[in-house]
């Protein structure tokens, strides 16, 4: 089933993407959100994926979303949060090019929940992209251990503190970058070239 996109492959541009994680990155993590119209952006995030957009990045949010296995939500919700997800960055003539998520529990041991790299992969695939000159940056350490595995430059900024102890996870994992907000890191990433 490769053989199209790897035939393809050769005349298509190479591309450098930006791998953005979802919650707690571009928005406050609202705990198995189901809908859209609670979502808001982190200030910065719009300006950010903007520029980068503008530096020729690809802009590919990879996302766990075990809500979906869970019975939380649905496959439906999560594609109704990501198109207001875009709806919002338009305001700042910024786009996701692509979602890619893991619907499934930890417990599975899949390999596409990150830390595991199958979403990355899938990408790479799908957008012909280098990940020796793409970044990914994440509140979570397995965010940085994912882009680690691939080669990716990696960006680490915490999720603002709030009233309650950091979450297991919730460590820089000795990522390249580490930033006190998104824009930052982003920046940081640009000026690598
Ligand atoms: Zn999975």
Redesign the pocket.
């Given at each position: 089933m490769a053989a199209p996109s790897d035939a393809l492959a050769g005349s298509r541009p190479v591309e450098r993407a930006l791998f953005v994680d979802r919650d707690g990155t571009l928005n406050p993590d609202l705990h198995y959100l189901k809908e859209p119209e609670r979502l808001e952006l982190f200030r910065g995030v719009g300006g950010a994926l903007s520029l980068a957009r503008d530096h020729g990045y690809v802009i590919v949010c990879v996302t766990n979303q075990s809500g979906i296995e869970r019975g939380l939500y649905t496959a439906n919700d999560v594609d109704r949060i990501h198109a207001r997800l875009n709806e919002l960055l338009r305001a700042h003539r910024a786009h996701i090019d692509a979602f890619y998520y893991?619907?499934?529990l930890p417990e599975?041991g899949?390999a596409?929940?990150k830390p595991g790299t199958l979403l990355f992969e899938e990408a790479r695939r799908d957008w012909n992209i280098d990940f020796g000159s793409s970044a990914v940056v994440g509140d979570r350490g397995i965010d940085v251990e994912a882009g680690r595995k691939l080669g990716l430059l990696t960006a680490f900024v915490p999720r603002p503190v709030v009233a309650e102890p950091a979450a297991s996870g919730n460590d820089d994992a000795g990522a390249d970058i580490v930033a006190s907000t998104f824009a930052n890191a982003v920046m940081r990433v640009l000026a690598r070239g």
């Amino acid at each position: 089933m490769a053989a199209p996109s790897d035939a393809l492959a050769g005349s298509r541009p190479v591309e450098r993407a930006l791998f953005v994680d979802r919650d707690g990155t571009l928005n406050p993590d609202l705990h198995y959100l189901k809908e859209p119209e609670r979502l808001e952006l982190f200030r910065g995030v719009g300006g950010a994926l903007s520029l980068a957009r503008d530096h020729g990045y690809v802009i590919v949010c990879v996302t766990n979303q075990s809500g979906i296995e869970r019975g939380l939500y649905t496959a439906n919700d999560v594609d109704r949060i990501h198109a207001r997800l875009n709806e919002l960055l338009r305001a700042h003539r910024a786009h996701i090019d692509a979602f890619y998520y893991c619907p499934h529990l930890p417990e599975h041991g899949c390999a596409c929940r990150k830390p595991g790299t199958l979403l990355f992969e899938e990408a790479r695939r799908d957008w012909n992209i280098d990940f020796g000159s793409s970044a990914v940056v994440g509140d979570r350490g397995i965010d940085v251990e994912a882009g680690r595995k691939l080669g990716l430059l990696t960006a680490f900024v915490p999720r603002p503190v709030v009233a309650e102890p950091a979450a297991s996870g919730n460590d820089d994992a000795g990522a390249d970058i580490v930033a006190s907000t998104f824009a930052n890191a982003v920046m940081r990433v640009l000026a690598r070239g």
